[in-house]
């Protein structure tokens, strides 16, 4: 069967013609449940951006939303406003916003220096209703003109959304974009807890950072323009940085290790050791007895695989 189609577009007028490209559409497996969404999805004043929506049915619903907001350029020949308000956008825990808002930020641009009145405009929204970007900073265009790279594409969703999901990118298929590809659990298992991964500067080898680095600039073509020569700085260090920089998460913490009882425990003894080397006395004793303002005076409940912690109590030490 052939996938079903949910097309939207507005017919984006310019100089009294249409102009063509630019739509959305959603292409869906034949023989998923689904709903279109006719709810109003953009700022009234918003005559721009094109939108499409369903919400897919289940146990788990989802709802996906596609956007297209246009480059908007302050010229003569392009009379359009930007009225785009991501704030006029479904802000809840079952909604995956996908597309190309023609909007930079390092939070999904990692070779973004400075954001954009837009992009600025889409992270303050993001950060309002507590959601966040499933991208990992990569490219996901490439400029025809210049060869620059950027990522005007993103993926955003809640951050409980964001636990079940993944992001990556796709193959090329012969456009200036590369697709990106989001998979989301849609089963009634407990979410993971994903944390982001990050660069361990420690483990770095900067010797080799630096000769790769060094080699690359050596190679460069002095007739490369500004643009050009900013993208290749920025590609250089982003190879030698996987090249010689590990990069990690740490693991899902075990169940025991989110018990209320002890993680208020843990937090309790790092007070303690704060206020014992604010001072740094002599220690009379395993916690410097009579130094101490109010230890412990009880252990959390855990398995017996945990080591066993004794506290000393300031009031029954002589």
Wanted: charged fraction near 25%; proline fraction near 9%.
């Amino acid at each position: 069967m052939p996938p079903v189609v949910v097309r939207r577009t507005r017919g984006r007028a310019a100089g009294g013609g249409v102009v063509k490209g630019g739509d959305v559409a959603l292409y869906l497996r034949a023989g998923l449940q689904f709903a279109a969404l006719t709810c109003p999805l953009l700022h009234p004043n918003d005559d721009s951006t094109e939108v499409c929506g369903v919400r897919l049915l289940g146990d788990r619903p989802l709802t996906i939303i596609n956007l297209y907001r246009p480059p908007i350029r302050a010229t003569d020949l392009d009379t359009r406003m930007d009225n785009f308000d991501p704030s006029a956008l479904p802000a809840d825990n079952h909604t995956l916003l996908v597309g190309d808002l023609n909007a930079h930020h390092p939070m999904w641009d990692h070779g973004c220096d400075a954001a954009d009145a837009v992009g600025a405009r889409v992270a303050a929204w993001l950060g309002s209703v507590g959601w966040t970007t499933l991208n990992s900073g990569e490219p996901t265009h490439v400029s025809y003109r210049n060869g620059s790279q950027t990522a005007p594409d993103l993926i955003a969703c809640s951050d409980d959304l964001a636990r079940r999901a993944t992001w990556h990118l796709g193959p090329d298929l012969g456009s200036d974009h590369l697709p990106m590809v989001a998979q989301v659990a849609t089963s009634n298992h407990g979410s993971r807890c994903i944390r982001k991964p990050r660069w361990s500067f420690k483990k770095a080898d900067w010797a080799a950072f630096q000769a790769e680095c060094e080699a690359a600039f050596e190679e460069a073509e002095p007739s490369l323009s500004t643009q050009e020569l900013s993208t290749l700085f920025v590609n250089v260090l982003h190879q030698a940085s996987v090249h010689h920089i590990p990069r990690g998460a740490r693991a899902d913490p075990k169940p025991w290790a989110l018990d209320p009882e002890l993680r208020e425990a843990i937090a309790e003894r790092r007070e303690a050791r704060r206020l014992l080397r604010r001072d740094d006395p002599p220690l009379e004793g395993p916690l410097g007895r009579g130094k101490t303002p109010g230890c412990i005076s009880r252990a959390p409940r855990h398995p017996g695989s945990l080591p066993r912690l004794r506290w000393h109590h300031p009031e029954q030490a002589s």
